[in-house]
């Protein structure tokens, strides 16, 4: 038998969600089954539930799109080799479970001495991270980039890259007390939300907020620059009347379900394994503000999902 967070009807998350047990699926034959360590607990994983992709999805469905865990059976044309490696099953079944099914491709070997704690976050934010600054946006050393959403796991991550290209990274957060930290990683300026930004002063700018803030940050590019959109926290659009007055941007939208689908499985792979090498030899850094809850705590009390800093959730059946 199995455990897992799933939904069968769209609405707000914590009301909608629901803790359901099931016996093991049996495995294809190109498919493993792997035993959860841990799993994060994402905004990207809860956007489904609100029905915003309803269009594209059949009900019910698993939530989840990363964390790690320990293969424990592989389908008929699978390697018995996979036994008991510690992977990041990918790109399967919602990762919410206390047992998840994905196919053997999409499986990514991580060492025994990552912690949990990273090794359960190393695919959403770095893949994200490391696309939008090398191959979406193509960033050049020693230029001007502004973030909005404040001191948020994809931040710190996009703020360590850039600094890595000489850039001089400005962003834009809520309190002070992210003000602080935001210093503390490297950030050039911080920019308090109603403060007033320099006008087209950033040859890049990435927004993840929408509405008012974005309004700004797309007021804060550069003639010709470039612009891009990876969520909106806020709820929010940005109206398109503000980026018809700026016709001169190079404007795109991030999704790193499609930009999976433009990357081979092996480039997939080793962009992954490269990344996985680099926290795991402190060459890059995640974040430390996260708070750990059980499989059970989560299961007995879905408000955990609406506090603060991230949530991890510790797979203990």
């Known amino acids: 038998m199995k455990a897992g967070f799933f939904y069968n009807s769209y609405g707000q998350p914590i009301k909608q ?81 206390t047992q998840v099914k994905t196919r053997v491709k999409f499986l990514v070997e991580v060492p025994e001495e990552l912690p949990a704690e990273a090794a359960c976050r190393m695919y959403i934010n770095p893949l994200t991270a490391f696309l939008i600054v090398n191959r979406a946006m193509e960033i050049k050393p020693q230029t001007r980039v502004l973030l909005s959403g404040g001191n948020s796991q994809l931040n710190y991550l996009l703020i360590q890259l850039c600094r890595k290209l000489a850039c001089a990274v400005d962003v834009i957060t809520r309190s002070e007390q992210s003000r602080a930290a935001l210093v503390a990683q490297g ?47 806020s709820g929010n659009q940005i109206p398109v009347a503000v980026f018809k007055e700026r016709a001169d941007l190079k404007l795109d939208w991030f999704f790193l379900r499609q930009w999976n689908q433009t990357l081979s499985v092996q480039t997939w792979h080793y962009l992954l394994t490269q990344l996985v090498k680099s926290v795991s030899q402190n060459q890059l850094q995640l974040a430390s503000n996260y708070r750990i809850c059980t499989f059970t705590e989560l299961k007995s009390n879905l408000n955990l999902l609406s506090g603060q800093p991230k949530l991890l959730v510790k797979v203990n059946l």
């Open 17 to 97: 969600l629901k803790c359901c047990s099931t016996s093991l699926p049996k495995l294809a034959a190109d498919e493993v089954s792997v035993k959860m360590e841990m799993f994060p607990v994402n905004p990207s994983d809860l956007i489904p539930v609100t029905g915003a992709y309803a269009a594209r999805i059949s009900l019910p469905q698993f939530v989840g799109y990363e964390g790690v865990g320990r293969v424990t059976a592989v389908g008929s044309k699978v390697a018995t080799t996979w036994l008991n490696k510690r992977v990041l099953p990918l790109r399967g079944e919602g990762t919410w479970q």
């Open 187 to 233: 950030s050039h300026r911080v920019y308090l939300t109603g403060e007033k930004l320099p006008i087209q002063a950033y040859d890049y700018t990435i927004d993840s907020v929408g509405d008012l803030i974005g309004r700004q940050v797309v007021k804060a590019t550069k003639f010709k620059g470039n612009f891009l959109s990876v969520g909106l926290l």
